[in-house]
């Protein structure tokens, strides 16, 4: 009898082993930046528990000035990431093969900020703030069809350059560097302001990817995180004034120049734009539409060498 319960109690073991090792097991995620409201809801899945509720050890691991996104995911430095969907596209078509797991933006968050309040679209040839890297490369898809012949400054802050008078515009994000320059009072709100998502260029922004190879092999783990993430964005919109508790604590703990004013913005226009623009739902979900729409800028700027289909990026 006493054999026969040390077999079953064993069996049970190897179950809940074989089931850690199927949905478990530590899993690196990499924001695109440092901290802030931009990425409320994995710190909401984090402490609230729901990555653990799908057997996950989470760390979210914030990458260093000097690296990006795409470079730890390279290198594997993380399970998952978040990139822009263009971003997306040419790093496969630069070889790296990816899966998008959870789709968290469903418009473009690109702004043109012009500097004294004039039409973007009238400013030919201006000086146009950009972002170093991992942004804006549907920007200059949108100025080379319109025909803009922008003379890009490329800055790892964009709004240092602007409010210094270097360029004539700038590229900007609608829930980050938009709010600082309002702050500052150089602008005013919707006055030479220029948003992707209210015309034809409007293309899906943030979601969240792992290798091909990862998900291949670790199906159940990325399907777990994708879930869990979910949960934590769903929960943040339910619950703001206690997401931007978080939010703060995280931004404390890094050290990152901010206020509560300018994050309590943010974290609005994030899940504003999670609203898909026609439906006006949450749905998580990449648009073939607007892959089309991405392909067919990126082509246009020879961006991309071939198109990237919804194939590619889904699993």
């Known amino acids: 009898m006493i054999r026969k319960l040390i077999g079953i109690v064993s069996a049970l073991f190897a179950f809940v082993s074989l089931a850690a090792q199927e949905t478990g097991g530590r899993f690196v995620f990499t924001p695109q930046s440092t901290a802030q409201a931009q990425f409320a809801g994995y710190y909401v899945a984090l402490e609230q528990g729901f990555y653990a509720e799908e057997g996950l050890d989470v760390e979210i691991a914030h990458p260093y000035a000097t690296t990006s996104a795409v470079d730890n995911i390279r290198a594997g430095v993380c399970q998952a990431t978040i990139l822009p969907l263009s971003l997306a596209m ?13 789709q ?35 920007a200059r898809s949108f100025a080379e069809m319109e025909n803009l012949d922008y003379e890009w400054i490329q800055a790892a802050s964009v709004k240092n350059i602007f409010i210094a008078g270097a360029v004539d515009a700038t590229l900007a994000r609608s829930y980050d560097e938009y709010y600082q320059l309002l702050q500052t009072r150089i602008i005013q709100p919707d ?97 073939p539409d607007m892959v089309d729409k991405a392909n067919e800028m990126m082509e246009q700027a020879g961006m991309i060498s071939r198109r990237i289909t919804c194939e590619d990026l889904l699993p």
Do not use: C
């Open 191 to 287: 006055t030479g302001i220029y948003r992707f998502e209210d015309h034809e260029y409007n293309v899906q922004q943030e979601g969240v990817y792992v290798t091909r190879a990862y998900y291949q092999t670790h199906r159940a783990q990325a399907e777990a995180f994708a879930r869990a993430s979910r949960r934590g964005w769903e929960w943040a919109d339910e619950h703001p004034q206690e997401t931007l508790d978080l939010v703060m604590r995280y931004v404390r703990e890094f050290r990152i120049p901010t206020n509560r004013t300018l994050q309590e913005l943010m974290l609005k226009e994030v899940i504003r734009l999670q609203h898909d623009h026609d439906s006006g739902e949450k749905e998580f979900r990449l648009r």
């Open 104 to 138: 968290t933006s469903m418009n473009s968050a690109t702004v043109i900020i012009s500097r004294w309040g004039d039409d973007p679209l009238t400013l030919r040839g201006a000086k146009v703030a950009a972002f170093r890297a991992g942004f804006g490369q549907l």
């Open 90 to 102: 040419r790093t496969i078509d630069g070889g790296l093969p990816l899966v998008n797991i959870l």
